[in-house]
Nanobody, 113 residues
Framework: QVQLVEFGGGLVQPGGSLRLSCVAS????????MGWYRQAPGNQRELVAGITSGGITNYADSVKGRFAISRDNAKNTVYLQMNSLKPEDTGVYYCRSTYPELWGQGTLVTVSS
């Protein structure tokens, strides 16, 4: 089955950490550029972090220095390590592949005390 499935969302206090995982199946993961996006209530979906097939990363300004994207091609998995979380990081986080373009179902991250 061709799909992306995210794991790892939840409720965390401000300043806390979470690690999201996205497992791909049915695609050639190693050739894919992968991205993590988020959508907060009432907002458009925005790119949070991306990683190319060669391991080059890019980040939204709002998460630089706090989030880290990585990939494990042997496990067909892309990760998003989120540290120093803020309430404004709250939203549904989605992963996306490029070849083919696929989206996961999303995982909810809530940052609140």
């Amino acid at each position: 089955q061709v799909q992306l499935v995210e794991f790892g969302g939840g409720l965390v206090q401000p300043g806390g950490s979470l690690r999201l995982s996205c497992v791909a199946s049915g695609i050639i993961f190693s050739i894919n550029n992968m991205g993590w996006y988020r959508q907060a209530p009432g907002n458009q979906r925005e790119l949070v972090a991306g990683i190319t097939s060669g391991g080059i990363t890019n980040y939204a300004d709002s998460v630089k220095g706090r989030f880290a994207i990585s990939r494990d091609n042997a496990k067909n998995t892309v990760y998003l390590q989120m540290n120093s979380l803020k309430p404004e990081d709250t939203g549904v986080y989605y992963c996306r592949s490029t070849y083919p373009e696929l989206w996961g179902q999303g995982t909810l991250v809530t940052v609140s005390s």
